[in-house]
């Protein structure tokens, strides 16, 4: 059983009127030349020695860390309204905009409605179709690959993946190679904004620096890719080349929707969504394959588990709810590796969070990567088990102690998607192929706004003829 302390539900252990702990760390920098050495390792040790809520100072800000799942509960359920997202999302503005996962108050709302239409259980049901076209046509690819024995290097293969599943379902768009295009601005720009958050004094971006000219084209890529899709979907709505797949998905919704608003106020939407929808969940799944490669008797439960329950055929959607083991495999990837692993919200007014005084303007800080590792919270919070998930032994996902969609209202819109596209990804690969990795490899969580496995290449072992 992985509950190992009951108290972290309630707030009574406070006492009246306190302060968090405060790491005050180096004069004008505070925290951040250790913290940037190796965030990951920084926060789960910060998490592990000073419990519940600590406050750390980056530069002129100062961050409280909270660890405590009741205290992350308040902040984002019990009084949600009082906190928004914080400055550090700003590094995020130049690409998402003013797009859902930046806007706030009724733009958000409105956004939120919009989209959360598109994501209705009847529309999921639909889009398993397309999930399992785009994971086929992988396949193929790789069986090519495999025959020429050539490595896969895992995380641009799960970003081509969930990407053209994503412009699929949502936007009805085939993609023909516009992938790379993708992948390379898109990790441009989330590292820079990484750097950005960590750093205490950055220079400008008007700068003309070899990286600001880098990002600056970045964007201007992902601009022609979504400005591109936008006027497509128009042009094809005026003339008999319109496609009836297309009528009612997100693009359609969102393009109604506008009221008005700008082409920009449009282009944020769709980026937003392109990038929420198919970087995590490419790094959830890469991070699978790297756990599932280090623990083999757990690749053959998964294996045997798909055998039973599909004896081979693809899953249709009542499917994947039987697939019980491989779902907690999946689970238990994602506590270890949240891929959005760490985010923050400011208080609007004065708050207290049950004794702890919170002023207003008071940046607070949720890390999943840290809380899921907690001692206080998890057996063995360092150890691969995917059995502490298992439905039959309790309530395992406990929320705000297992939170890697964040929860609340704001939480995830696309997590059944993304569950859903995960699970049809796993049987489809454990079905054709093993994945072993290469030896000598040396991965490492590479932290950026998103948690990417680094050095993550791996050999393909088909296991039939098809
Ligand atoms: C394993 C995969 C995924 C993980 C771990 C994940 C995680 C998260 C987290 C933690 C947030 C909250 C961020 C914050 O408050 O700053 C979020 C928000 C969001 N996610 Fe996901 N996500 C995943 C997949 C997806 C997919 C597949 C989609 C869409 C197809 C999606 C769409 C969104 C949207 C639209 C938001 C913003 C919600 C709002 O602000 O109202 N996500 N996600």
Redesign the pocket.
């Known amino acids: 059983m992985s509950l190992a302390v009951q108290e972290f539900s309630t707030l009574d252990h406070l006492q009246g009127g306190e302060r968090p702990p405060e790491l005050k760390g180096w004069p004008l920098v505070g925290v951040l030349p250790a913290l940037r050495r190796d965030p990951l390792r920084f926060f789960t040790r910060v998490a592990r020695q000073h419990g519940g809520a600590v406050t750390l100072r980056f530069g002129p800000d100062r961050v409280v860390m909270l660890n405590d799942p009741a205290m992350i509960r308040h902040v984002l359920q019990d009084n949600r309204l009082n906190y928004e997202?914080s400055k550090f999302?700003d590094m995020m503005r130049s690409v998402l905009g003013e797009g859902?996962?930046l806007a706030e108050g009724d733009d958000?709302l409105h956004q939120?409605k919009t989209?959360a239409r598109g994501?209705q259980g009847c529309q999921l049901r639909r889009m398993t179709e397309a999930m399992q076209t785009a994971v086929d046509e992988m396949l193929a690819r790789w069986r090519k690959q495999a025959a020429v024995e050539a490595p896969l290097d895992v995380v641009p293969e799960m970003m081509r993946l969930?990407l053209d599943i994503?412009m699929r379902t949502?936007f009805s768009v085939h993609l023909q190679g516009e992938h790379e295009q993708v992948y390379v601005a898109m990790t441009r720009v989330l590292r820079d904004a990484e750097r950005r958050i960590w750093s205490p004094f950055v220079l400008p971006r008007w700068l003309p620096t070899a990286n600001n000219r880098a990002v600056k084209d970045a964007l201007a890529s992902l601009d022609d890719f979504v400005y591109g899709l936008i006027a497509r979907r128009r042009a094809a709505a005026r003339s008999a080349e319109h496609d009836p797949e297309s009528e009612g998905d997100l693009l359609d919704l969102m393009m109604a929707n506008q009221n008005g608003r700008s082409d920009k106020a449009l282009r944020d939407q769709v980026l937003?969504?392109i990038l929420?929808?198919?970087e995590?969940?490419a790094n959830?799944l890469a991070w699978t394959w790297y756990l599932l490669s280090l623990h083999p008797e757990s690749r053959r439960r998964v294996k045997a588990e798909v055998e039973s329950v599909l004896g081979g055929r693809a899953p249709d959607f009542a499917d994947l709810s039987k697939l019980t083991y491989t779902r907690c495999v999946l689970d238990e990837a994602?506590r270890l590796y949240?891929?959005?692993w760490t985010?923050s919200r400011t208080a609007v007014a004065d708050d207290r969070i049950g004794e702890l005084d919170i002023p207003a303007g008071t940046n607070v800080m949720m890390n999943?990567f840290a809380v899921h590792r907690r001692p206080e919270l998890w057996d063995n919070p360092e150890g691969f088990d995917p059995g502490r998930f298992d439905p039959e032994t309790g309530d395992p996902r406990r929320r705000f102690a297992y939170f890697?969609?964040?929860d609340g209202p704001?939480?995830?819109?696309?997590?059944r998607?993304?569950i859903l596209?995960?699970l049809i990804a796993m049987v489809g690969i454990v079905q054709n192929f093993d994945l072993h990795l290469l030896s000598g490899q040396e991965v490492k969580p590479e932290p950026m706004i998103t948690l990417r496995p680094s050095g993550l290449t791996m050999q393909l072992v088909p296991l039939r003829e098809s």
């Not at 704001?410 to 997590?415: K, V």
């Open positions: 997202k999302y859902i996962f958000w939120r989209a994501f969930t994503v949502l937003s969504m929420a929808g198919h995590t969940t959830g994602l949240p891929p959005l985010f999943m890697p969609f964040s704001r939480s995830c819109l696309g997590e998607f993304a596209e995960s």
